[in-house]
Nanobody
Framework: QVQLVESGGGLVQAGGSLRLSCAAS????????MGWFRQAPGKEREFVAA????????YYGDSVKGRFTISSDNTKTMLYLQMNSLKPEDTAVYYC???????????????????WGKGTLVTVSS
């Protein structure tokens, strides 16, 4: 069982930056993709970004393209989300996720994603 633990959330002013991290309890098996989702109060969980196991393919949600960057390290135990030009509408709990299908992530097949972290809160003030 893989455990995912997010960190790096906090309060930031609009236009600022934050970097989220996600630590996996063990090295993910070849073929596992990792990603980020977010959920704002009263809204459904939303796809943010995903990266394949090799790190060579990335996907982004339309609302974050050009502002957020997803990356992973060579150990396959760490995932990052660099968030720039933050807006108040980026305020949400951000969740780390892992699944054998990157399509499950960028198609927001929430119920099909294998592993989830407990989330970290990002608050962007105007």
């Amino acid at each position: 069982q893989v455990q995912l633990v997010e960190s790096g959330g906090g309060l930031v002013q609009a236009g600022g930056s934050l970097r989220l991290s996600c630590a996996a309890s063990q090295r993910l098996f070849s073929g596992y993709a990792m990603g980020w989702f977010r959920q704002a109060p009263g809204k459904e969980r939303e796809f943010v970004a995903a990266i394949n196991w090799s790190g060579g393919i990335t996907y982004y949600g339309d609302s974050v393209k050009g502002r957020f960057t997803i990356s992973s390290d060579n150990t396959k135990t760490m995932l990052y989300l660099q968030m720039n030009s933050l807006k108040p509408e980026d305020t949400a709990v951000y969740y780390c996720a892992a699944d054998t299908s990157i399509a499950n992530m960028y198609r927001s097949r929430i119920e099909s994603v294998d592993y989830w972290g407990k989330g970290t809160l990002v608050t962007v003030s105007s």
